[in-house]
Every structure is written in structure tokens, then in C-alpha cells.
């Protein structure tokens, strides 16, 4: 009779339990951050940097057989050597573009950002077995993906890291051995984007940091073998070998160093410099996540280990140093954040307010929520799907530009893009040095390379302080004109909705030096005259 009972009492729990098979909330639960980074990716218009020049490399690669070593595309810098070691990259850009245009392109990019949040979604996951608490805590890794959503050569990086990321921590967790992946993705990770050093980083302070511990608490207490250390050693050493394989050899390190150090891209470029947390882009970016993490860290249970503390901390480090490497912090934060979450202590606030209340009692519900007891209506569920996935389809960028919806954004390249201005030069074949903004030198690159070439361009490594000086100064110099002198500039391509060539633009106007030749929304053009 007993056992009788035991079963029917099984069955009944079986019965309500949703089939892993069937369609249930939590697929929802998990899916939706992933369908945002996609959709952030997908609305993400074509910048006007950092995307054309690397589609131009990729174009000449492909037709020549050859990297070339010196610049092709500058009239102010030609012939210069040039390191192009993101050029693995620009070929798949090329390739894909011939295959598809630019919304296979957007759809590629999309795809790179969506394979790295699943990476740190697994890792979320596996830190913590409460789903709603993960997948919470993955929203900052959403949040930066996010924001970094447009096309450009990082976003390679974005999904190797964590994959490096993910491989180091199984390991360290005895779940999963697979270091053996990282040289070979090392031999293409060195030929796709700069951000491969940021892979040799992460294996010096898991390697580190594990060896320390090793060392300090001995045998057992959670701390790697000496056989795994030395399996882990012999790894960090292939994978640095690994970076060699690029057409540079040990020369890439100074090139990435020089990168780093550049004079011109520390004043010049924006994302260079450090973040401000009176901005919302660095409270988004950065301050946001870090001032979570710190206090889900004060309250959490369990301590961090010292290999948690030195990611955290390098990698802070490396974020306040310049805005572009927020993205690195959040990547590397979500799943501590998911790790710690379980342990937090509710502070006793001693407040009554309903506010106070309401906060307690809702993070309450979500460290005992049983995973069992989620809602299971399949056809809600099915319907509420279908919904999700008919809104990315709609965002797509095959269907969005024919909704013509101003809130979808339906054109696939940025609204400032000069394209009546390049589709003018290549009517008329005109030839001459042109002055321009560095905005415009990527796509003047794309468009009318080798007719024409560009003044200075989103490769600003490249240029010398001095043109990058007089580059910026010319626009606010009353004597623009004989600053620009001694570069023999033939035409001047100007964007009207820019307050910095406001002047310059009246001034060319007001001249008999000047003629305009062509003028829309978005740019005008001048010639000089004789």
C-alpha cells in the first residue's frame, strides 16, 4: 500500500512538471536577452567608421592574392608602411558581401553578437542554478554587446574571448577540458582583430592566479593539481606560439602596442579615451556594472576567489583606461555576477516604506522560486513566440527598409553617409585631393578608390600628429586656406549638419576662390578654382 502511494504521488509530480520537449517559459525566459542583443544588431545602422575601409582591404586582397605592407588608400600618407592585421577579417567581409550586400552583412555581424552572449548565457547558467537569476544577471553582458552592435572588426573578438573565457573557466572547474582549442583559435583570432592579446591576458591571470592559490592553500580546498597547472602552462606557451601565425610574426605585439600608445588616436578618437561617469554611455558601458558588481560582492555569501578578484580587477583596470574596453568588463563580470547572486544577504533595511518592502520581497522570490514552478501554457507560450520571432523578422534587414517605419530605422547605413556626394564624384570622374571630414574617409575610400583617395581616414594610427593637427585645427583657423595650402586640395566635401564646418562652409561660399559644384541634405561640394 505504501508503495502504492509513493507512486501515484510520483506520477502527479511527473505530470506537472513541464517536458523538457514541450515549449514552457523558461525557453522564453532564457531566449528573450538573446533576441535583444539581435535586435540592437539588426537596427544597428552601417557606420560611416570603421567598417568601408576594412570592406576596400578585404575587396583588394581577394583581387590581388596579396596583403599589401604599405597605405594604398591616403593621398596624405601613401606608400607609408602600414600593418594590415585584421586581414583575415576584412576577406570574410568581402566574401560575405559579395554574397549577400550589406543585409547579409548586418545579418553576419548580428550572428557574431548573438553566439557571444550564448557563450556567456551558458556560463551564467552554470554559475548559478536559479534561471531567472541568471539570465538577469547575463543582461549586462546584452547591455555592452548591446551597445557595440554595429559592424565592425571587433565584433570577431567579441566571440573569441568568450570562448577563451568559457574554455579557462570549465576547465578551472573540472567540468570540461577542451584547452587544447585555445592555440588553434589563437592561429585565427591573430589574423581577425587586434584584441588577441586580450586572450593571451586572460590565460596569464587564470594561470596566475591558479597558481598562486595552489601554492597558498596546497592540495584540495578547489585548487587546481600540479598536473593541470603544468597542462595549463604548456597551453598559455602554444598559444602565444600560435600568435605567429600571422603574416607579421612577433612584430604584431608592436604593432598592438603601438595601437595602444598612438598619440593621435589617444586625442583624436573618442572611444580612446576614458569614460565619464557624468555620461550615459559610460554609466551604461561601465560605472553601471561595476557599482552592481561591487555591491552584489559586498552582500554575497561566498567570497570571491582570487582568480575571480584578478579578472575583476585587470579587466576595471582596462575599462577605465578607454571607453572601447567596457565591453571586455562586462563580458567578464556577467557570470560572477550570476556566481555570486545566489549567496547575497538581504540587508535589514529597517524601513517600512512599501518601496523597501516590495524590494526585499521580490529578491526573496527569486532565490526560493522553485525551477518546477514556473507557468506551463504551451499555446500562450507558442503564441507569445511567434511574436518574438516576427518581430526580428520584421527588424531584418531584408524586411525593414521596405516597412519605411521611422522608429525601425529602415535605412541599413547611417542617415550621414555623403552617398549623393561619392555618387556625384563618380559620374563626373573628377580627380584631385579632396579635403573632408574623417568621418567621410572610409566611405570615399569604398566608393571612388582608386580614382580617388583620402585625406585622413578611421586608420588615424596612421597619421602623423602634424596633418592630424592641422586636420583639426583648419576647421576652427580663419586662415583655413593656407593651412591646407602646402596638400594641394583641388575640392572640399563638407557635411552641413556639423557645427565644425559651419565656417568653413560660409567662408567657401563667400570666396571667389571657390565654386560650388554639388549640394544636397547632407553635404556640399566645392571646387577650388584657378
Known amino acids: 500500500m505504501r508503495r502504492t502511494v509513493d507512486q501515484a504521488t510520483l506520477g502527479r509530480k511527473i505530470t506537472a512538471s513541464p517536458s523538457p520537449s514541450r515549449l514552457n517559459i523558461r525557453h522564453l525566459w532564457m531566449l528573450v536577452p538573446g533576441l535583444m542583443v539581435a535586435w540592437m544588431g539588426l537596427m544597428h545602422p552601417v557606420r560611416l567608421l570603421d567598417f568601408w575601409w576594412h570592406l576596400k582591404m ?13 597605405d594604398l588608400f591616403s593621398f596624405t600618407r601613401t606608400g607609408q608602411p602600414f600593418v594590415y592585421q585584421n586581414w583575415l577579417g576584412e576577406v570574410l567581409y568581402y566574401l560575405v558581401y559579395q554574397a549577400g550586400g550589406l543585409p547579409l552583412m548586418i545579418a553576419f555581424n548580428t550572428m557574431l553578437l548573438v553566439l557571444t552572449f550564448v557563450v556567456i548565457l551558458h556560463l551564467c547558467l552554470r554559475a548559478n542554478s536559479r534561471l531567472h537569476v541568471a539570465v538577469l544577471c547575463s543582461l549586462v553582458a546584452a547591455d555592452v554587446l548591446g551597445l557595440y552592435s554595429s559592424v565592425r572588426p571587433q565584433s570577431y573578438s567579441f566571440v573569441l574571448f568568450a570562448a577563451f573565457y568559457c ?27 587586434g584584441a588577441f592579446v586580450l586572450g593571451i591576458g586572460l590565460l596569464i591571470l587564470v594561470w596566475g592566479t591558479e597558481a598562486i592559490r595552489r601554492a597558498a592553500r596546497g592540495p584540495g580546498a578547489g585548487t587546481l593539481s600540479p598536473a593541470a597547472l603544468r597542462k595549463l602552462t604548456l597551453i598559455l606557451a602554444l598559444t602565444v606560439v600560435a600568435c605567429l601565425a600571422n603574416p607579421e610574426g612577433y612584430r604584431v605585439f608592436a604593432y598592438v602596442r603601438q595601437l595602444q600608445v598612438d598619440p593621435s588616436s589617444q586625442q583624436f578618437v573618442t572611444e580612446w579615451q576614458v569614460p565619464s561617469v557624468k555620461e550615459q554611455s559610460g554609466l551604461l558601458m561601465f560605472f553601471g556594472p561595476f557599482f552592481l558588481a561591487l555591491l552584489v560582492f559586498f552582500y554575497t555569501r561566498s567570497p570571491l576567489s582570487l582568480t575571480e578578484l584578478g579578472l575583476f580587477s585587470a579587466f576595471a583596470v582596462l575599462a577605465l583606461g578607454a571607453r572601447r574596453n567596457g565591453i571586455w568588463f562586462g563580458l567578464i563580470v556577467a557570470p560572477m555576477l550570476a556566481r555570486h547572486a545566489t549567496g547575497l544577504r538581504i540587508p535589514d533595511l529597517r524601513d517600512d516604506s512599501r518601496v523597501v518592502s516590495w524590494l526585499r520581497a521580490a529578491a526573496g522570490r527569486l532565490q526560493k522560486r522553485p525551477e518546477g514552478s514556473q507557468s506551463n501554457h504551451p499555446g500562450l507560450n507558442r503564441l507569445l513566440l511567434a511574436c518574438l520571432l516576427l518581430f526580428t523578422v520584421m527588424l531584418s534587414p531584408w524586411v525593414r527598409p521596405h516597412l519605411k517605419v521611422e522608429r525601425l530605422h529602415p535605412r541599413l547605413i547611417e542617415e550621414s553617409t555623403p552617398v549623393g556626394a561619392m555618387d556625384f564624384f563618380a559620374e563626373h570622374q573628377l580627380s584631385g585631393n579632396i579635403f573632408h571630414p574623417q568621418a567621410y574617409g572610409d566611405y570615399l575610400i569604398w566608393r571612388l578608390w582608386p580614382q580617388q583617395r583620402s585625406f585622413i581616414d578611421g586608420r588615424v594610427h596612421l597619421y602623423d600628429e602634424s596633418l592630424v593637427r592641422d586636420y583639426r585645427q583648419a576647421f576652427w583657423d580663419e586662415h583655413w586656406e593656407s593651412r591646407l595650402a602646402k596638400y594641394d586640395i583641388q575640392y572640399l566635401l563638407l557635411p552641413k549638419d556639423d557645427e565644425n564646418s559651419a565656417s568653413m562652409i560660409n567662408d567657401a561660399r563667400g570666396s571667389s576662390n571657390w565654386m560650388l559644384l554639388y549640394e544636397d541634405r547632407i553635404s556640399v561640394l566645392f571646387e577650388r578654382q584657378p
Open 58 to 70: 578585404g575587396e583588394v586582397i581577394v583581387t590581388s592574392r596579396a596583403i599589401p605592407r604599405v
Open 167 to 193: 574554455i579557462l573557466w570549465m576547465y578551472r572547474e573540472g567540468r570540461w577540458d577542451c584547452l587544447w582549442a585555445l592555440p588553434v583559435l589563437m592561429v585565427v583570432w591573430v589574423n581577425l582583430h
